[in-house]
């Protein structure tokens, strides 16, 4: 089992970056892949990108592709976010996951956290 814990959320102007944090519990981090989703209100949890155990070449939904770069540092436990070119339509709670593979889908995770609020101003 893992908990898992996203910060760095925060108001910020469209064309500018940010940087979420996953903190996770636990040594088995590592074992896990990972993903980012986020959900505006009134929408469904999307996918925003995953990467695998041993930081595999990442995947991103291609709203995000160009823009977005998933990285973990097992040895910290961390997964990251990095988020450059901001948009209004990227306003939404990021929740970072895990599972046992990576999916795109919230229902191949196990884990999740509370979620970090992420609004863009245009």
């Known amino acids: 089992q893992v908990q898992l814990e996203e910060s760095g959320g925060r108001l910020v102007q469209a064309g500018g970056s940010l940087r979420l944090s996953c903190a996770a519990s636990?040594?088995?981090?590592?074992?896990?892949?990972m993903a980012w989703f986020r959900q505006a209100p009134g929408n469904q949890r999307e996918f925003v990108g995953g990467?695998?155990?041993?930081?595999?070449?990442?995947a991103y939904a291609d709203s995000v592709k160009g823009r977005f770069a998933i990285s973990r540092d097992n040895t910290r436990y961390t997964l990251y976010l990095q988020m450059n070119s901001l948009k209004p339509e990227d306003t939404a709670t990021y929740f970072c996951?895990?599972?046992?593979?990576?999916?795109?889908?919230?229902?191949?995770?196990?884990?999740w956290g509370q979620g970090t609020q992420v609004t863009v101003s245009s």
């Open positions: 996951a895990a599972g046992w593979s990576m999916g795109t889908l919230p229902t191949d995770y196990l884990y």
């Open positions: 636990g040594r088995a981090f590592s074992s896990y892949a």
């Open positions: 990467i695998g155990r041993m930081d595999s070449s990442p």
